[in-house]
């Protein structure tokens, strides 16, 4: 039997959403508290489009195919984050521009007792956010508020955190070409502001004692410095970060604190560490085999 002539064609299903295998050593167990999955919950499957990655221990993240995906700067800024806050784990955290949530679920997986919020402008990624903590179990602990960082209103009356993280995009408008793929732009080029706006949010919602970690380009830090001493806030920890032995800092990870509780630290540190993540060769250092092993990922490659 034929299509009868003129009749319309049926249109093709879109192909199902991805569930990504798990590449590890053999015999690695995966560290951390476990995920809850999707618990027979459709919207906790993969729709079109989309495909549900590995993140640390056995955590997964929802992400689009073709979209703002989490990287190296999220691992390293929650790696971080943990080590900042690993004296005195948070009671309360905050990722300031969540996106998707990478950075939000690692300092959640980390710290299996704090309270977590995220705060994100894109509702696509806000929703995909919050759906991943689902998948997680931890949406019990933890939120995504939909809304600007720019604006006080997205934090309660008195709400304060002992840990605040934010990796600002990298691009002022008009210094590049955006992106036309979903997400994408608004995660590199400041549409919402830069690191001056991710820092005054940062000290607007940080608790005494805590710590504030921003992630930025390499070369900018006038800008954190000045950014941060308008707020009194103070660097007390400058990380940058080299991808291959040899070649120029992409990203620095700054770890900022009041200046009333930074200790004897007179004025904002001015010599970064640095952390290689691959040899000449194209290896992972052993400094970066440790971010991942303290990050619940392989430090080693599958075979």
Same mark, same amino acid.
């Given at each position: 039997? *034929? %299509?009868?002539?003129?009749?319309?064609?049926?249109?093709?299903?879109?192909?199902?959403?991805? $569930?990504?295998?798990?590449?590890?050593?053999?015999?690695?167990?995966?560290?951390?508290?476990?995920?809850?999955?999707?618990?027979?919950?459709?919207?906790?499957?993969?729709?079109?489009?989309?495909?549900?990655? /590995?993140?640390?221990? =056995?955590?997964?993240?929802?992400?689009?195919? %073709?979209?703002?995906?989490?990287?190296?700067? =999220?691992?390293?800024?929650?790696?971080? @984050?943990?080590?900042?806050?690993?004296?005195?784990?948070?009671?309360?955290? /905050?990722?300031?521009?969540?996106?998707?949530?990478?950075?939000?679920?690692?300092?959640?997986?980390?710290?299996? @007792?704090?309270?977590?919020?995220?705060?994100?402008?894109?509702?696509? &990624?806000?929703?995909?956010?919050?759906?991943? +903590?689902?998948?997680?179990?931890? =949406?019990?602990?933890? !939120?995504? %508020?939909?809304?600007? +960082?720019?604006?006080?209103?997205? /934090?309660?009356?008195?709400?304060?955190?002992?840990?605040?993280?934010?990796?600002?995009?990298?691009?002022?408008?008009?210094?590049?070409?955006?992106?036309?793929?979903?997400?994408?732009?608004?995660?590199?080029?400041?549409? %919402?502001?830069? $690191? !001056?706006?991710?820092?005054?949010?940062?000290?607007?919602? /940080?608790? !005494?004692?805590?710590?504030?970690?921003?992630?930025?380009?390499?070369?900018? #830090?006038?800008?954190?410095?000045?950014?941060?001493?308008?707020?009194? +806030?103070?660097?007390?920890?400058?990380? !940058?970060?080299?991808?291959?032995?040899?070649?120029?800092?992409?990203?620095?990870?700054? *770890?900022?604190?009041?200046? &009333?509780?930074?200790?004897?630290?007179?004025? &904002?540190?001015?010599?970064?560490? &640095? +952390?290689? $993540?691959?040899?000449?060769?194209?290896? #992972?250092?052993? =400094?970066?085999?440790?971010?991942?092993?303290?990050?619940?990922?392989?430090?080693?490659?599958?075979?």
């Amino acid at each position: 039997m *034929t %299509r009868a002539q003129g009749a319309p064609e049926r249109a093709a299903a879109p192909p199902p959403g991805i $569930v990504r295998a798990a590449r590890r050593p053999p015999g690695w167990v995966a560290p951390g508290p476990p995920p809850a999955g999707a618990r027979g919950r459709a919207d906790l499957e993969p729709g079109p489009g989309e495909d549900l990655c /590995l993140l640390s221990g =056995d955590w997964r993240i929802f992400q689009q195919v %073709r979209g703002h995906r989490w990287s190296l700067d =999220d691992l390293v800024t929650a790696w971080i @984050a943990g080590r900042a806050a690993s004296d005195a784990p948070p009671a309360r955290a /905050l990722d300031l521009g969540c996106g998707i949530g990478s950075v939000l679920m690692m300092i959640a997986w980390r710290f299996p @007792a704090a309270a977590c919020v995220g705060i994100e402008a894109q509702a696509l &990624s806000a929703a995909m956010a919050q759906r991943s +903590l689902a998948w997680n179990g931890a =949406d019990d602990r933890c !939120e995504v %508020r939909l809304g600007d +960082l720019r604006d006080a209103a997205m /934090l309660r009356a008195g709400e304060r955190f002992d840990l605040v993280t934010g990796t600002p995009p990298y691009f002022p408008r008009g210094q590049g070409v955006e992106s036309e793929k979903v997400q994408c732009a608004p995660c590199r080029f400041e549409h %919402r502001g830069g $690191v !001056e706006a991710y820092i005054v949010a940062g000290a607007r919602a /940080l608790a !005494e004692g805590g710590r504030l970690i921003l992630c930025g380009a390499a070369g900018e #830090w006038d800008r954190v410095r000045a950014a941060a001493a308008e707020v009194d +806030l103070r660097v007390i920890d400058w990380l !940058e970060v080299i991808p291959r032995e040899g070649k120029a800092p992409l990203v620095a990870v700054w *770890t900022l604190a009041r200046a &009333s509780v930074s200790g004897d630290i007179a004025s &904002s540190i001015g010599t970064p560490r &640095s +952390l290689v $993540v691959r040899d000449r060769s194209g290896a #992972w250092t052993s =400094d970066f085999a440790r971010v991942r092993h303290d990050m619940g990922i392989p430090s080693s490659p599958p075979r």
